[in-house]
């Protein structure tokens, strides 16, 4: 069951490793919908609950589900260790990078470093 937490001012719907995958659009917008539902602003899904595919950019599934977020105006966290995808690929090792300098999607170790990147500068 996903639960919205507050982490540093900032709703967050908060999804659980288990549960069906985010397979593409269809199941992104079930997401988005419970989310924008709630108040949140950011959604922290697992990396549990992303198919092998979307850490494979060619296949386009990551750029769908991401784009679906924007469009609804939701970040989105991708939470969890993706060493094993990293290692397999430049080109998702680059968008990583890019992505977390960014302010759409966040790929993050864990909960916490979520927090912290809510947490409001001084």
């Not at 977020?69 to 990293?86: K, M, P, Q, W």
Request: proline share 7%.
């Amino acid at each position: 069951m996903n639960t919205l937490r507050d982490l540093h001012g900032t709703p967050v719907l908060l999804c659980p490793p288990e549960g069906p995958l985010l397979l593409g659009e269809r199941e992104a917008v079930d997401v988005i919908g419970e989310g924008s539902y709630a108040g949140a602003s950011w959604v922290a899904v697992p990396v549990e609950r992303l198919p092998d595919a979307f850490f494979r950019l060619r296949t386009r599934v990551a750029g769908d589900i991401v784009q679906k977020f924007a469009t609804y105006r939701l970040g989105l966290a991708v939470v969890g260790d993706i060493s094993r995808h990293l290692e397999e690929s430049t080109a998702l090792r680059d968008f990583v990078r890019e992505s977390n300098r960014g302010t759409q999607l966040w790929f993050v170790p864990d909960t916490a470093a979520l927090a912290e990147r809510l947490a409001p500068t001084r």
